[in-house]
């Protein structure tokens, strides 16, 4: 056993096999990285325990439930990521865990896990936002340079970021209502259609008259990078109950158009704001223009495939990592540790925090969807 310290110094040059705990959402998860300067950083294992089945009867997380189930199983979790890596906790060397932002029960039980592992073991122990995982996650699978354009979309974020270095990012936008992944999922539900919505949706999408129904298009017509989803969740509503009121229900054809309406003004959105923030980000004249994306959304092939479009016209490298890598994960969050730690700027001094936005000098975003905070 190692000697009870927080002060050890964290190492910055050797070879680096970091712990990974998150908890911030509904995915009880942890990771073992390992890390050798000069080489491609590896993944030795990635446990992700999803909650879908736990809060499938209410439609959408509910905190309480989210928080005790992290505290029933993310030891289990952190057990199988050791397992599964190979490694025992003497081989570790640094414990990074999700300190927000996030739901705050969730987050206190990796935070109080990481703490009570870090108290027996002596090992350092860094508080890793859970933003910096996702937005970091490009580098960690295809080592670009900094700086990178990153759009964030799942069912808890969306934010356009400048990621200039493992701690300095510039936010240029992000939604100010729901996210992206949020809306898919509450259309699903207005239309009868399972969860997690966003599957769903696109597959009748798939079947659909993209053009029937005139779905808006919001925040386009103001200059900026910021997003409003909540809108046109309520215009399909309205476009639902039209029909219904037409035609006494809905057929399976209103439900595609209806899908593929919705699924082509979210591309239209996030298409026309991705080009903006592409305009910001290629202002600083990076070496080699990347546009990458992260989160569930990015899933979505049309929405994929307009996002590319508009890097591509800009000039930048598109890259979305593998599916796994940039839905919540710990395998980000490890590798967020270790760029922090290399970078000199970890520090074991660190609360949970249900808000935490990456950018500290932009202004508050007001959405806190029902997958907690924004930022
Ligand atoms: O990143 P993620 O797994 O979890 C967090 O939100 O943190 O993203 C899940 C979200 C859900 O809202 C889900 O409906 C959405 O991503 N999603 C999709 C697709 N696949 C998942 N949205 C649109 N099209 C998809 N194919
Ligand atoms: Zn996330």
Known sequence: MRPQSQTRPLPQTRPLTVLGIESSCDDTASAVIRSVPGSDP???SSVVWGQTELHADFGGVVPELAARAHAEKLDLAVEAALSQAGVTLDQIDAIAVTAGPGLIGGVLSGVMLARGIAAATGLPIL????????????????????????????????????????????????????????????????????????PAVEREARMGDAGRFALPRPLLDRPGCDMSF???????????????????????????DLC????????????????????????????????????????????????????????????????????????????????????????????????????????PLIGSGKKGAKA
Request: with cysteine; hydrophobic share 50%; charged share 15%.
């Open 42 to 44: 590896v993944i030795l």
């Open 127 to 198: 508080g890793v936002n859970h933003l910096a995982g996702h937005a970091l996650t490009p580098r960690l699978t295809d080592g670009v340079e900094f700086p990178y354009l990153m759009l964030l979309v799942s069912g808890g974020h969306c934010q356009f970021l400048i990621v200039n270095g493992p701690d300095q990012f510039t936010r240029l936008g992000g939604t100010i209502d729901d996210a992206p992944g949020e809306a898919f999922d509450k259309v699903a539900k207005l239309l009868g259609l399972p969860q997690p919505g966003g």
């Open 230 to 256: 909540s809108g046109l969740k309520t215009a399909l509503l309205r476009a639902r109950d039209g029909v219904v009121a037409e035609y006494g229900g809905l057929r399976v054809q209103d439900r595609a």
């Open 260 to 363: 593929a309406g919705f699924q082509a003004a979210v591309s239209d959105v996030l298409a026309e704001k991705s080009r903006r923030a592409l305009a910001a980000y290629l202002e600083l004249a990076p070496a080699t223009p990347v546009f990458a994306v992260a989160g569930g959304v990015a899933a979505n092939q049309s929405l994929r495939a307009a996002l590319e479009r508009a890097g591509v016209a800009a000039g930048a490298r598109f890259l979305a990592p593998p599916l796994a890598l940039c839905t919540d994960n710990a395998a980000m969050i490890a590798w967020a540790g270790i760029e922090q730690m290399r970078a000199g700027h970890a520090s074991a001094d660190f609360v949970a925090r249900p808000r935490w936005p990456l950018d500290q000098t932009a202004a």
